[in-house]
């Protein structure tokens, strides 16, 4: 009889064992799906992180749409404030885009580049400004940064004058109004 008393405590012992061993076994399912989990997204975020391109970035070009890196020391120089038409973005219809324009140029290139597109080359400056955003479409003139149309400004700028003066575009009061 003694013999069945401590047998029947060895089952009770083993029957209060299992279950502490089963929450904590290693092998169950719900472990095994956790760390597949974990590693799934783990190879997410080194996915995203090898792919997705950085902030600091820059366009196949080298360059941002609207300008340069910070590497420059620059000022802003104010060409004009603009009128354009435009009748290609939406046909039937006329567009008028109304926008200041500034620009940021090397400090060291601030005076020549004021004389050349202000007073030399004012009329071909705008006449550019005017013919890159009036041949814009409709896609162009609604992006809420105007990358494109920045891009288009500061290539053509420089182009008309002969010289890479612009860093960066900016545009403020940028309104497209339908007449």
Same mark, same amino acid.
Request: aromatic residues 6%.
């Given at each position: 009889m003694a013999t069945e008393t401590q047998e029947e405590?060895?089952?009770?012992?083993?029957?209060e064992e299992t279950?502490?061993?089963? $929450?904590?076994?290693?092998?169950s399912k719900k472990v095994k799906v956790l760390?597949?989990?974990?590693?799934?997204?783990g190879v997410q975020l080194a996915g995203l992180y090898l792919f997705l391109p950085s902030t600091t970035s820059v366009a196949p070009?080298?360059?941002?749409?609207?300008?340069?890196? /910070? /590497?420059?020391?620059?000022?802003?120089?104010?060409? /004009?404030? &603009?009128?354009?038409?435009?009748?290609?973005a939406a046909p039937g219809r006329r567009l008028s885009i109304n926008f200041k324009l500034t620009v940021a140029v090397s400090v060291d290139q601030e005076i020549a580049f004021d004389q050349a597109a202000n007073k030399d080359q004012k009329?071909?400056?705008?006449?550019a400004v005017g013919e890159v955003?009036?041949?814009?479409?409709?896609?162009?003139?609604? /992006?809420?940064?105007?990358?494109?149309?920045? $891009?288009?400004?500061?290539? $053509?700028?420089?182009?008309?004058?002969?010289?890479?003066?612009v860093? $960066?575009? &900016?545009?403020?009061? &940028?309104?497209?109004?339908e007449q």
């Open positions: 405590n060895q089952t009770v012992e083993a029957t279950p502490a061993k089963k $929450r904590f076994n290693l092998g760390v597949l989990l974990v590693v799934v997204m070009g080298g360059e941002d749409p609207g300008g340069d890196g /910070d /590497d420059v020391e620059t000022v802003e120089v104010t060409i /004009d404030n &603009f009128v354009v038409y435009n009748g290609v009329a071909q400056i705008r006449a955003v009036g041949d814009s479409g409709l896609e162009e003139l609604n /992006d809420p940064r105007h990358n494109v149309i920045l $891009r288009k400004l500061k290539e $053509r700028i420089n182009k008309e004058l002969g010289k890479s003066y860093q $960066r575009v &900016f545009v403020s009061g &940028f309104q497209v109004i």
